[in-house]
């Protein structure tokens, strides 16, 4: 029913920077809370950000906060996530989630509180 891909990954020098996009399709996506997670090889997938279904709630993990932002257009269904000053350690594949339920009014970390993945989109940072 909820479908979400994401885009905008590439290779980067560090210090450069990124825009990971999501657009999601499907029912109450427009209104669900969204999540960016990453995965680097031999990692656990590890938060990144997230936002409620307003977006006028975030959540930031510590090693990426200052440096990115993530927003939201639910006109649009789409969750943006920009990246700036960009470090080695960010090389990862990046993963969109949304929540599944509407109108959650917080912003989860944990992986386990979405129930709707994208395919992810590879970052890598070189040195």
């Known amino acids: 029913q909820v479908q979400l891909v994401e885009s905008g990954g590439g290779l980067v020098q560090a210090g450069g920077s990124l825009r990971l996009s999501c657009v999601g399709s499907?029912?109450?996506?427009?209104?669900?809370?969204r999540g960016w997670f990453r995965q680097a090889p031999g990692k656990d997938r590890e938060f990144v950000g997230a936002?409620?279904?307003?977006?006028?709630?975030?959540s930031y993990a510590d090693s990426v906060k200052g440096r990115f932002s993530i927003s939201r257009d639910n006109a649009k269904n789409t969750v943006t996530l920009q990246m700036n000053g960009l470090k080695p350690e960010d090389t990862a594949v990046y993963y969109c989630?949304?929540?599944?339920?509407?109108?959650?009014?917080?912003?989860?970390?944990?992986?386990?509180?979405?129930?709707?993945w994208g395919q992810g989109t590879q970052v890598t940072v070189s040195s």
């Open positions: 989630a949304a929540d599944g339920h509407a109108f959650l009014n917080r912003a989860p970390t944990n992986a386990g509180d979405y129930e709707y």
């Open positions: 936002l409620n279904w307003r977006g006028d709630t975030t």
């Open positions: 499907g029912r109450s996506i427009s209104v669900s809370a």
